[in-house]
Antibody
Framework: EVQLVESGGGLVQPGRSLRLSCITSGFTFGDDAMSWFRQAPGKGLEWVGFIRSKTYGGTTEYAASVKGRFTISRDDSKSIAYLQMNSLKTEDTALYYCTRGRRLVVGGTLLFDYWGQGTLVTVSS | DTVMTQTPLSLSVTPGQPASISCKSS???????????LYWYLQKPGQSPQLLIY???SRFSGVPDRFSGSGSGTDFTLKISRVEADDVGIYYC?????????FGQGTKVEIK
């Protein structure tokens, strides 16, 4: 059974940093991309970024709203994905979800099939 | 960015009746590999989103066959043949072809 469990959320002041973790199990972590999404209170879903598998270079992509402030990384030996968030702003307040990004065919785009339950980040003074 | 527009934004359905949600994208979601990267998710109250449909019409593992997806290019539809109480929540379409991946505003489905 595929499982993703996020942790690391909490209350943080504007300008500070926070690191979220996504502990996974039930699949071969190194074979898949890992992505982060967020949902501000009462709002819709927003993609934050993803990290490709090593097979696809382990490179990252980010939403414009977080580029230069957020960094996604992965530890394939531990099956954990991370979201390092720096220079946090009040508008980063949201429930953050990690997801698996599966490529169904070589060269195809990512399918975000399994989602964790989310971890809440509140940025406030 | 690719804009995804869903209609209606809310829907109240009698159990056993059908429901339909439309999703339009601002640009084609047809990839050169012949696949169309349009997905449907359901976010039940208090839960994380769950994948229902991928590549326009393929049901994800465990999704009941009362859910079906159709469409091509820029126009897509999610249909529920007979709505059940467990189907309440917010339905989102999402495109995965163009970076960044983008979602529709969501359609809230309630039971009458």
């Amino acid at each position: 059974e595929v499982q993703l469990v996020e942790s690391g959320g909490g209350l943080v002041q504007p300008g500070r940093s926070l690191r979220l973790s996504c502990i996974t199990s039930g699949f071969t972590f190194g074979d898949d991309a890992m992505s982060w999404f967020r949902q501000a209170p009462g709002k819709g879903l927003e993609w934050v970024g993803f990290i490709r598998s090593k097979t696809y270079g382990g490179t990252t992509e980010y939403a414009a709203s977080v580029k230069g402030r957020f960094t996604i990384s992965r530890d394939d030996s531990k099956s954990i994905a991370y979201l390092q968030m720096n220079s946090l702003k009040t508008e980063d307040t949201a429930l953050y979800y990690c997801t698996r990004g599966r490529r169904l065919v070589v060269g195809g785009t990512l399918l975000f099939d399994y989602w964790g339950q989310g971890t809440l980040v509140t940025v406030s003074s | 960015d690719t804009v995804m527009t869903q209609t209606p934004l809310s829907l109240s359905v009698t159990p056993g009746q059908p429901a339909s949600i439309s999703c339009k994208s601002s640009q084609s979601l047809l990839h050169s590999d012949g696949k169309t990267y349009l997905y449907w998710y359901l976010q039940k109250p208090g839960q994380s989103p769950q994948l229902l449909i991928y590549e326009v019409s393929s049901r994800f593992s465990g999704v009941p066959d009362r859910f079906s997806g159709s469409g091509s290019g820029t126009d897509f539809t999610l249909k529920i043949s007979r709505v059940e109480a467990d189907d309440v929540g917010i339905y989102y379409c999402m495109q995965g072809l163009h970076l960044p991946p983008t979602f529709g505003q969501g359609t809230k489905v309630e039971i009458k």
